[in-house]
C-alpha cells in the first residue's frame, strides 16, 4: 500500500517568505508527528496530532511555525517569515494508533532558505 | 525527558566483516528503544524496535540489537555487512507510558561500507 507522502519535496524561499509543507499519512493512521532535521543530526521532535487533536506542539521552534490537520488525515506545516536557520529537511511520520510501537516516515520536504 | 547518545558519528566497515553501532540513552522512565536507517535523499525506515520480552531482537537486513537495562545500552550488530547497508543509522527512545509517543533520536552514526 502507499507509504507516508510529503510535497513538495524541495522547496527554495527567499527569507521573509511563508512556505506550506504538506503531508498525507498512511490511510487510517492516527497518530502524525512532524520533525525537523538538521544537517548532520538526527530529527528533533516538532508537534504530535492524534487525528484532529493537536496534542502536543512543544517542539515548534517559535510562533513563525504553525501546524493543522483539520479532518484527521492531510496535515499542513506552515512557516512564516522564514529564516535561514529554518533550512532542514522536514518529515513527517504517521502511526495506526497511540501506543502502535511503530512510526512510518515520509520522504522529507528539504527546505533552503536564501 | 529522555536523551539518545551515539558515540561514534562515523564508522568505516570493511564488507562482509562484522560491525557494531553504539547507543545509549537516559531516562528517568521506562522507555522503548528504536533503531532506524537512513538512505540518501530517503525517509527513516525502521530496522528494529525493543517494546518488552527478550531483550535480543531481530530486525530487517540481518541486523540484530540487544537491551541491557543495566547500562542503559541498546547496541546494534550485523556479523557481515554489504554494500547495501551503507547509510546513516538512528538510535530512537519514546517513553512507554503513551501519553506522546514523540520519538527522541540521537545524532546519528555513518556507516561506510569499504569494498
Known amino acids: 500500500g502507499a507509504g507516508v507522502s510529503q510535497s513538495p519535496r524541495y522547496k527554495v524561499a527567499k527569507r521573509g517568505q511563508d512556505v506550506a509543507l504538506r503531508c498525507d499519512p498512511i490511510?487510517?493512521?492516527?497518530?502524525l508527528f512532524w520533525y525537523q532535521q538538521a544537517l548532520g543530526q538526527g530529527p528533533e521532535f516538532l508537534t504530535y496530532?492524534?487525528?484532529?487533536?493537536?496534542?502536543?506542539k512543544s517542539g515548534l521552534p517559535s510562533d513563525r511555525f504553525f501546524a493543522e490537520r483539520p479532518e484527521g488525515s492531510v496535515s499542513t506545516l506552515k512557516i512564516q517569515r522564514t529564516q535561514q536557520e529554518d533550512s532542514a529537511v522536514y518529515l513527517c511520520a504517521s502511526s495506526l494508533y497511540q501506543g502502535a510501537g511503530e512510526q512510518y516516515f515520509g520522504p522529507g520536504t528539504r527546505l533552503t532558505v536564501t | 525527558a529522555q536523551s539518545v547518545t551515539q558515540l561514534d558519528s562515523q564508522v568505516p566497515v570493511f564488507e562482509e566483516a562484522p560491525v557494531e553501532l553504539r547507543c545509549n540513552y537516559s531516562s528517568s522512565v521506562s522507555v522503548y528503544l528504536f533503531w532506524y536507517v537512513q538512505y540518501p535523499n530517503q525517509g527513516l525506515q525502521l530496522l528494529l524496535k525493543y517494546l518488552s520480552g527478550s531483550t535480543l531482537v531481530k530486525g530487517i537486513n540481518g541486523f540484530e540489537a540487544e537491551f541491557n537495562k543495566s547500562q542503559t545500552s541498546f547496541h546494534l550488530r550485523k556479523p557481515s555487512v554489504h554494500i547495501s547497508d551503507t547509510a546513516e543509522y538512528f538510535c530512537?527512545?519514546?517513553?512507554?507510558?503513551?501519553?506522546?509517543?514523540?520519538?527522541?533520536f540521537g545524532t546519528g552514526t555513518r556507516l561506510t561500507i569499504i569494498p
Open positions: 490511510s487510517g493512521h492516527v497518530s
Open positions: 496530532f492524534q487525528n484532529e487533536a493537536q496534542l502536543d
Open positions: 530512537a527512545v519514546t517513553r512507554t507510558n503513551f501519553g506522546n509517543e514523540k520519538l527522541t
